[in-house]
């Protein structure tokens, strides 16, 4: 499985930022969970780590479905610096068949694709540089790509219209 998480927002936890004051991110998470419920688009909210609810990051998941790999998530979690992490999270599939892990097999109806194509024409990075341009440095975004096999990690930031991979500091 690879894992891309985008976090389109991070701030400081119980600062306002345009009226939102928290204390966790389950507090958040279910704010943002009643905001992007409509009469015609249900969501489901639900906890990473059942076992510390308190401290878990929070998926808000466009469908009742479980697990929910295919579909692309709004994911709500805490720094480790008192800031909120507030994004997308998207995975990709497997793509050689294993009995076991049969939900992980990636097909045309995982979001996967139709992000991976929002990248190749510029979409991603259109929105992602408008929300710079109308945020300032009110937020930070950033992109981390997961890939749990093998224990790597890709992380970068946006920096002066350009994002920067944080471990070689190129762009």
């Known amino acids: ?52 609810v308190e401290k878990s990051m929070w998926w808000i998941i466009p469908s009742k479905a479980y697990p929910a790999y295919k579909y692309g998530k709004y994911m ?7 800031t909120f992490l507030v994004g997308i999270h998207i995975e990709k599939g497997l793509e050689k068949a294993l009995d076991y892990k049969k939900n992980l097999m990636i097909d ?6 139709e992000f991976i194509e929002a990248v190749k024409n510029g979409e991603v990075k259109e929105i992602l540089l408008n929300i710079h341009e109308k945020m300032k440095d009110t937020v930070q975004i950033g992109i981390l790509v997961d890939v749990p096999e093998s224990n790597e990690q890709l992380n970068y930031k946006l920096q002066e219209g350009r994002f920067i991979n944080q471990d070689k500091q190129k762009a």
Do not use: P
């Open 1 to 52: 499985m690879l894992y891309f998480y985008l976090s389109l927002f991070r701030w400081g936890m119980g600062e306002k930022m345009k009226g939102i004051m928290c204390e966790n991110a389950k507090e958040l998470a279910q704010r943002l969970h009643k905001t992007l419920e409509t009469k015609h688009k249900r969501y489901t909210l639900r906890l990473f780590n059942r076992f510390d």
């Open 76 to 82: 709500v979690d805490e720094g480790n610096d008192d």
């Open 108 to 113: 045309d109806s995982w979001v996967w694709y």
